[in-house]
Structures are given as C-alpha cells and as structure tokens.
C-alpha cells in the first residue's frame, strides 16, 4: 500500500485505529456526520490506481485501488474519511462502497493486469459479512476472480486467526489470491504470513526509503526476501521514491516495486511505465547478472516459433467452437481475434469441462466464447527475444504457459507461439548456455572467458587482465556453510560488476571463488581500488558480531587441526597486456595466476600488479 505523502490506500487510517478505543464516541460536527452519510449514499468517491510493476522488466502486474473523498470537502482525505467512518460505526460501510467503486473504475478504465483490493481483517472477521457479495459484482462487472487480489490491510491486532484463514480460504476458493500489507508495520503481520501462505506481502515504504544508505533496512529486506523464496512468496516493496532505491531493491531480487519513482497514483493511470525507469531496470539487470547466450542463440526471437492456428471473433458462440474442436482432435488452443487485435484465447480442455457438465450447454451454448475465453492472455511482440520470453514464463501461470503466447506486430495478431514450443526451445538454449555461464553468479566461464582473451589479442588492442580471488574462502564455507558460500560469491560479483564499465569491461567467473576482469577502461586501477573497499565493507555482514571482533574464525586445515583463520579478504592480481606481449589465454593464464600469487601474500584485501612487461597500458 503506497502511502506516503498523503497517498493513503483505503483502509491505512492508522492516525485513528493506533489509539485505545473510545468508550464513547468522539464528539463530530453534525455536519461532518451528514457529509459522511451523504457520501455513502450518493456514492460521492473517487478511485486512484498506482501501477505495481516487475522489477525484472519494469512490465506492470497490475494496479492498487486507491481512494479519494470529495473534492474540496474536509472528508477528501482518506485518513480523515475513515477517522469519520470509524468515529460512527461506519467503516463496513465505507469499505464496501470503496471496494464497488475501485471495481467499476477498473473496468471501466480496461485497466491491464491484476486488481490489488484492499480489505481490512476487521471486515472479514465480520460474522455477519456476505463474502459472496464481492464474488457476485465482480462476476456483474465481468471481472476475472483471478485478477484480483485480496490485500489485507492490518490496523488492529488480530486475535481470531482460526477465524481469519476461514475467510481467506473461502476467498481463495472463490479464485481469490491474497496479500498481506506492511510486512514491517503491522501488529502481527509475520504470523499473518506463516498462518495464511500469502500469494504477495508488501514491505512497509519505512524499510525502503534510503534503503542503498542503511545496512540495517538492507539486511531486513534481503532477509524477508529469503523468506518469500521459501515460501513461494512474491515481495512487494513499496514506497520506492528514488532511483537509488529502485536499483537496491532490484539487486535484492525483489520480484515487485511500487512508489512515486513508478509512477503517482492517478484516476487514469499510465498503462506503460516511464522510458526512464524501464532503463534503469534494463540496465542494472545487465550491470548485475549479465544473460550470457551462445553466438548462435543471439537472434533467435519469438518470431521464430510463430504458428497459424485457425482464429474466431469474440461473436462466435459456444456451440460453434465446441464443434470446432470435436471436428478436430489434435485442435488445442484457438485465439479470438477481432479486427487484427488479440482479445483472448480458448483453451480445448477448459471448453469440453465446461460443456460436459449439466445444463451448460443448454445455458451457454448460444452465448458468445467471451464466456469462456481466457482474456489475460500472454502477450508479446514479435521481436522479443527468447531470454526474456523466459522470464515471462517464469512469472506467468500454469494455464497461461499451456496455452502459449499470442505474438503481435504494432499490436496487431500475427500468430501463436504455443507452450510446448517455447519450452522445446527455451530448454535447448538453456542446456547450450550452461555450457557457457556459470550457474551461480551467471557471468561467463571458461570457454567465453578463454575467446574473449584470444579476440583481444588478436585485435592488438591493449587491455588489462585482473584475476580475482577470495583469501581463506574455504575455512569460510567449513565455519559457515555452502550457502552462506554461494552468497559470498553472489556478493563478489555483484562488487566486481558494480566497478566495472561493462560497455567496454568483460567480467567472467573461472570457476568457486576464481573471477577475471578484462579492462580496457583507462581508470582501471582507482576501479580496481573502489572494488576493494566495497568488498571489505560489504562481506563484514555475513560474519558474526564474535568473529568480527576476533578478526577471523577456528577451522579445521587439511590435517585436521583446529587452526585460526583471518576474515575473507579479496586479492587482486593484475597483468597489462599490449601488442605482442602475450601469444594466447594460456599465456595471461599463467601471468594472471601467478600476479594473483603475489597479491594473497599481502594480508587483506590487496592488489598487485605484475609491471615487468608494462608497455605503457594504464
């Protein structure tokens, strides 16, 4: 829920719900209660909607439904709005006025995506409450039940929580997924988490403003990050107001975003974020965990596994598409296309259930497919590459992926790229780029590494080889563990690549903790040495307070003795390269390893460099 600067969702009115109830009610102008109940009855609200975006695309997910009071009135804030609506035993009623106006507002609008609907537990809890009410006005609107989503927007403490997952599971049956909000803020959110199995949890906009300047809000967000993996969570992070934060949240991995730096809220809400930030996303996912594909993977696109299925208009009916497809077994999917544009996709199995089951045809059979077709269905232009087709089936869901892609040129049809396709050939670029990249860190290894010292060479062009290598990283992993390893060398790329220019730099992982940078960047050695200090600063969160203080850890060497160890430190070992002065990789090979040599005989992180057959490279 994105509330900063007044941007409230509907049910943040946490200046009212922190205090101790009243015994009895706060004094109101009369006025302020004939207002209140004006509003309700003549439906007097506005609906907001503030994009949530991907954070690996910068695609938007969908939207949060946001509200505003009357213009010009003293309820058109929503804090005050529900101060109101709470001071008279009225939020019920405002909640689900709030709810049926975003609802219309959002099909009205043909908004993109998802709906993040914001319920409060209090409402749920309500024994008396119809659940069903807001099933049934979405099925009126023609809304989708998939594409919205339950946020539940905690501002009391929850007690009843037996209670509390009745009402979710019964929304969740009903095609519901659910969110909770304010990880971070909420009175019991993380039990919230445990005991309900959310689809989404937002993270409170507290721990992320300044995040990229606070080790401490870093720590908690990678943290709940960790978490989600777990749990077959997405995060959200809200409240993202700067590029710095943008950038920080997208280097933790957080699936989401949604802030001021996104976009604003608005009663008509831009359906495509900013060139701007789609850049910054673009180029950090570059900077941060470089795709590495095989020469002969490099242009493949979608384009390349589009298929012409027979297409229908959204006039057709039911009974016309059922026999379609019993005139045709191997028929599968069938798209609907009105006027060259894309509106949905029929899906063979989810039509023959449907019919089969009793009275349906007699109900639906002369009623238009729109009935039956899936309307969000994955679309892409034509000249989209297979890497990021491979994203989007990442984040997709199941039926999407069985139903393949519809590509388009301009927007306009031009065929369907079905599912087993994509993954055929998605699987066989993955299998040749393994070959390539390493797994870990995805920079790449030997053979790319090994070509691209021997391209450099061959041009003539001057360069500098930097070998990298983590000091004591073994005793490390014996003290700590694997994982806490892997996290290391994630963290060790992610400082190598941040140092480096990548328009002219090439960065590769030569297997554990063994990295190479081949600069060409003139400035390589204050590079070099910016790197280094961001190392030691960085790695000191992943050793304890004690080990820190002892300076390094007890483990076992290669004999079995309990020897103490000093803290992980980087050593870089470099070697200058012109014309002539190497033959080939095998060489820089040996000369990088052995100036490696020399720089891990200097305590800490250290650089050394091998200036014997310096030739004026700087």
């Not at 009243?22 to 209140?36: D, G, M, N, Q, R």
């Not at 590494?449 to 073994?474: R, T, W």
Request: aromatic share 8%.
């Amino acid at each position: 829920m994105q509330h900063g600067h007044m941007d409230l969702s509907i049910f943040n009115n946490r200046a009212v719900t922190n205090m101790v109830a009243p015994t009895t009610t706060c004094h109101v102008p009369s006025e302020i209660l004939h207002l209140l109940h004006q509003i309700i009855n003549e439906r007097l609200l506005n609906a907001y909607f503030q994009p949530i975006i991907q954070m690996q695309d910068g695609q938007i997910l969908g939207y949060e439904g946001l509200i505003r009071g009357p213009v010009d009135s003293p309820l058109h804030s929503p804090m005050k709005l529900f101060q109101a609506a709470w001071e008279h035993n009225l939020s019920i009623e405002v909640e689900h006025l709030c709810r049926r106006i975003i609802l219309e507002q959002f099909k009205l609008l043909k908004l993109p995506g998802k709906l993040f609907l914001n319920v409060s537990p209090e409402c749920l809890l309500q024994r008396g409450t119809r659940h069903g009410e807001t099933l049934n006005y979405i099925h009126e609107l023609g809304i989708n039940p998939s594409r919205v989503i339950i946020e539940l927007t905690e501002y009391q403490p929850t007690h009843d929580y037996a209670l509390l997952q009745e009402a979710v599971l019964h929304y969740r049956e009903m095609g519901f997924e659910i969110a909770i909000d304010d990880l971070g803020e909420g009175f019991s959110s993380l039990r919230l988490w445990s005991e309900l199995k959310p689809e989404f949890v937002k993270i409170d906009m507290h721990f992320i403003q300044g995040i990229e300047q606070d080790s401490v809000k870093m720590q908690f967000v990678r943290s709940i990050q960790s978490i989600a993996e777990k749990s077959s969570t997405r995060v959200i992070a809200e409240g993202i107001e700067t590029c710095a934060e943008l950038l920080a949240i997208q280097n933790l991995g957080i699936a989401c975003g949604q802030g001021y730096h996104i976009a604003r809220p608005h009663p008509n809400p831009t359906r495509v974020i900013s060139a701007e930030v789609v850049k910054s996303l673009s180029a950090k996912r570059k900077k941060s965990m470089p795709q590495v594909v095989p020469k002969c993977e490099s242009n493949v696109t979608i384009k390349n596994l589009i298929k012409a299925p027979m297409t229908i208009n959204s006039s057709t009916l039911n009974n016309q598409v059922e026999n379609l497809f019993l005139a045709d077994a191997k028929l599968k999917i069938i798209p609907v296309v009105d006027d060259s544009v894309a509106v949905g996709i029929i899906n063979r199995h989810n039509m023959i259930d449907r019919f089969s089951r009793p009275y349906q045809r007699e109900l639906y059979g002369k009623k238009s497919c729109k009935i039956f077709m899936d309307i969000c269905p994955l679309v892409v232009d034509h000249n989209t590459s297979l890497q990021q087709v491979s994203h989007m089936i990442v984040e997709a869901d199941s039926d999407q992926l069985i139903n393949g892609m519809i590509v388009t040129e301009e927007g306009r049809y031009l065929g369907l790229a079905t599912g087993p396709d994509l993954m055929r050939e998605i699987t066989k670029m993955q299998i040749e780029a393994a070959r390539y990249a390493n797994p870990l860190t995805q920079l790449p290894g030997n053979v790319p590494i090994n070509d691209k010292i021997d391209e450099m060479i061959q041009s003539g062009e001057p360069f500098v080889a930097c070998y990298c290598d983590l000091d004591h990283f073994k005793p490390f992993n014996d003290v700590y563990g694997y994982q806490r390893g892997d996290e290391v060398l994630q963290l060790t790329s992610r400082v190598i690549l941040a140092h480096c220019d990548l328009q002219s730099d090439f960065v590769g992982h030569i297997g554990g903790d063994d990295f190479i940078i081949l600069f060409r960047s003139e400035n390589w050695e204050q590079r070099c040495q910016h790197l280094l200090a961001e190392f030691e600063s960085s790695v000191t969160e992943f050793f304890s307070n004690e080990d820190s203080m002892k300076g390094g850890y007890l483990s076992e060497d290669r004999q079995g003795k309990k020897v103490f160890y000093p803290l992980i430190s980087l050593s870089l070992g470099v070697v200058l390269s012109k014309a002539g002065t190497y033959l080939s990789h095998h060489h820089i090979s040996v000369a990088a390893a052995d100036a490696k040599k020399q720089a891990k005989k200097i305590h800490g992180n250290s650089l050394f460099i091998d200036r014997r057959k310096e030739l004026g490279v700087r």
